[in-house]
């Protein structure tokens, strides 16, 4: 039926055409396509306009799976016919676009090859060379990994104590799973947040030795995939069935569901991708800030009251959580109405914190049964939502 109708559509097409000056002296078919896009005759002839378009893309498109498949042939030889499926991607970018990557120059990639050989801090410092380093990374700088040697004679993580992660805007919560919930006492309102509120917290790290940051080439060997969770067991020296094995698989899920689903949440495996999401959102003026306690903390939650608020920014912020794995990895997101503030605590013994706390004014696309809801009685949406962030956790701030 449509042969048939694109022959009609041409007899048409050949009449009305010929009688518009405007289609006189064209210098070929994308011209042609531009100039009926622009006069609304692809709307008049959609048939015609169809083919214009087949006539423009097929001889690139045909072009470029012949350009593939004959780099295919050149890099993936006989001799090299184990080569992995990432680096085969990376040879035959190189072998395609010789031409772009002909145009960089020397320096660029001096430049670049520095950055892949620094450590993580030399990162974070030529990035940001002036911006001190908060205690929520730097304790996470200081600590090395811990390793040791397993049966099969090959190097292994040590996993560290297991932890709470902080819940998810997705995450639901049963009565029972909100028992004894460490994350549900971070918890309040914005109009709480006022000098004299006295509150029970515990803002300290859970573990006296947090995970330590690898570099971003360590953690690109091992990506964080559901399919990868036998390796990832295998490599930590971790049971399937232990509460470890549990948090991991946790930790791998929840930052595949970021990485596919949403663009304002990431997951930083090492401190120089945390470094790039943050610029990359914020710009490359950012500091990142992190909650401090100057003292030691009682395990159990310890009585604050609240001696100052500072408002740090509006908007502007992406909030980092540390996940639990054998590494540092951070649940970074960047939300819209947020505020941060820095507010000064005075607990028992004179102990004092700064604590940085972020307020959500718009919670109305969060799960109904997240644990803010549940201990504050509210639902989604109707209030300003706040939570302190403890010791190992970072927000980045513009300025």
């Known amino acids: 039926m449509e042969r048939i109708a694109l022959g009609k559509q041409l007899n048409m097409y050949y009449l009305i055409v010929r009688q518009d000056e405007r289609f006189a002296n064209l210098s070929g078919i994308a011209e042609l396509a531009r100039l009926l896009v622009e006069t609304k005759k692809h709307q008049t002839y959609p048939l015609v306009y169809r083919l214009l378009k087949l006539a423009l893309v097929l001889p690139v498109a045909t072009a470029t799976v012949e350009i593939c498949f004959s780099a295919m042939k050149i890099v993936k030889s006989d001799l090299r016919n184990k080569i992995g499926d990432e680096f085969l991607n990376a040879a035959m970018i190189c072998t395609i676009e010789k031409e772009a990557l002909l145009a960089v120059s020397n320096d ?3 430049l670049i090859a520095s950055h892949a050989a620094m450590d993580p801090e030399a990162y974070f410092k030529s990035l940001l060379p002036n911006t001190p380093i908060p205690k929520g990374i730097k304790d996470s700088l200081q600590n090395g990994i811990s390793q040791h040697s397993n049966q099969k004679g090959r190097t292994s993580y040590v996993m560290g104590k297991p932890k709470e992660s902080f819940p998810g805007y997705d995450d639901a919560v049963s009565d029972e799973q909100l028992i004894g919930l460490k994350t549900s006492k971070l918890f309040f309102v914005e109009k709480e947040m006022r000098p004299g509120k ?17 570099s971003r080439q360590v953690a690109n060997l091992s990506p964080l995939r559901s399919t990868r969770l036998d390796n990832i067991f295998e490599a930590f020296s971790v049971h399937p069935g232990s509460v470890e094995a549990k948090l991991i698989k946790q930790t791998v899920v929840k930052c595949e569901k970021a990485r596919d689903q949403r663009q304002d949440q990431y997951c930083a495996t090492s401190l120089e991708s945390m470094v790039d999401y943050a610029t990359s959102k914020l710009g490359k003026r950012v500091k990142p800030i992190s909650t401090r306690v100057n003292g030691k903390e009682s395990t159990a939650l310890q009585e604050y009251r609240v001696e100052g608020v500072k408002k740090l920014a509006a908007d502007n912020v992406v909030v980092c959580h540390q996940e639990y794995y054998a590494y540092a990895v951070h649940y970074c997101h960047k939300s819209s109405k947020i505020n941060a503030y820095e507010v000064s605590l005075v607990g028992d013994n004179n102990m004092r914190g700064d604590a940085i706390s972020i307020c959500h004014e718009d919670t109305a696309s969060w799960n109904p049964k997240h644990v803010a809801f549940q201990v504050l009685s509210v639902k989604p949406g109707t209030v300003s939502v706040c ?10 701030v513009a300025y």
Request: zero cysteines; proline letters at 7%.
């Open 198 to 214: 006295k509150i029970k917290l515990h803002l300290s790290k859970d573990t006296t030795t947090p995970p330590a940051f690898v």
């Open 108 to 110: 660029d990639l001096a």
């Open 387 to 396: 939570h302190f962030l403890v010791e190992d956790e970072v927000a980045w």
